[in-house]
């Protein structure tokens, strides 16, 4: 379906990247940075770390809202973990597996536990019995996506999330409270200057990376979730099932559709490479092709 859009014309407005994000611990808060460097696995100290329960499970904000508070930094050696009303606490990175844990698409992946320390901090922060576990070099963290087999940290299903400002903006005139970026979680926020052209976007660059696999991404109940306080509210996910559900793809492959009916969309999610390549805010997004969006953009 790639072709010229009839639509959006890139020259109108050069999309720019206005902020970048690593969240160093799966469904904590995340940080904002200037620069990054891309790995296999998206940037750099993106997701490396995970909360689990005693049955390997990740914990994340669906179940725990409270993980919203935690501030973790990445230092050198290791991570610092911040929240009101518990002491810091420093962490040092693990180096060797000694434990297996399991993704939130059900991946059984070699870890390392994080140590004694890092369980009773999260274990007292968050009221039930936890445990943090690290990816190492040995790790090999991989997903089967149909056809393919993905490089992942403890990311859900995708390297990089891609969300546009113009997309935020349209729907918070039209939601029944206000909302910010940071509820969805981007690791890439661009101003495109147009909502909802992103997901037209089949081939782009951000700065010298390319993108690989762009797809329209679905939303969970995380957004609702303000990523200051942990409160929970009932946007966006009001205004997204007004304006950004997806009903039907019959024209998808069975993963894609599989993948995305059901679900509010927001967001592109795709792999961003060569590894090695430095993301920066101000980068220029280079439209190569364009397509017909999978969710046709709400009137």
């Not at 943090?132 to 963290?141: E, F, H, I, K, P």
């Not at 918070?172 to 200057?193: H, I, K, L, Q, Y």
């Not at 951000?206 to 995380?222: K, N, Q, S, T």
Request: hydrophobic share 40%; charged share 20%; with cysteine.
């Amino acid at each position: 379906m790639a072709g010229k859009s009839l639509r959006y014309d890139p020259r109108m407005h050069k999309p720019v990247v206005t902020d970048l994000h690593v969240y160093p611990v799966k469904s904590c808060r995340g940080t904002r940075v200037n620069e990054a460097v891309l790995t296999e696995t998206g940037l750099l100290g993106d997701r490396m770390f995970q909360v689990i329960d005693g049955n390997t499970l990740p914990v994340t904000q669906r179940q725990q809202p409270a993980m919203a508070t935690v501030r973790p930094a990445l230092v050198d050696g290791g991570l610092r973990l911040e929240a009101d009303g518990i002491a810091p606490l420093e962490v040092e990175s693990p180096t060797t597996n000694d434990t297996t844990a399991t993704s939130l698409l059900g991946v059984s992946v070699q870890a390392a536990d994080a140590g004694d320390d890092a369980a009773a901090w999260f274990t007292e922060l968050l009221g039930q019995e936890c445990r943090l576990v690290g990816l190492t070099d040995d790790s090999d963290a991989h997903l089967p996506l149909g056809d393919i087999t993905v490089p992942l940290s403890w990311a859900d299903a995708s390297p990089i999330l891609v969300a546009n400002t113009a997309s935020l903006d349209w729907l918070v005139g039209r939601s029944s409270e206000p909302f910010t970026m940071s509820r969805f979680r981007p690791n890439v926020t661009v101003d495109a200057g147009e909502a909802w052209v992103e997901d037209t976007w089949s081939e782009f660059t951000i700065g010298e990376a390319g993108a690989l696999l762009p797809l329209p991404w679905p939303r969970c109940a995380i957004p609702q979730i303000d990523q200051i306080t942990g409160a929970r509210h009932k946007e966006p996910a009001r205004v997204l099932r007004e304006h950004r559900w997806c009903t039907s793809l019959p024209e998808a492959d069975g993963f894609v559709r599989a993948m995305l009916e059901g679900n509010a969309l927001f967001g592109v999610a795709c792999s961003l490479g060569p590894a090695g390549t430095r993301l920066r805010v101000g980068d220029d997004v280079t439209v190569v092709a364009t397509a017909v969006p999978l969710l046709a953009a709400p009137r």
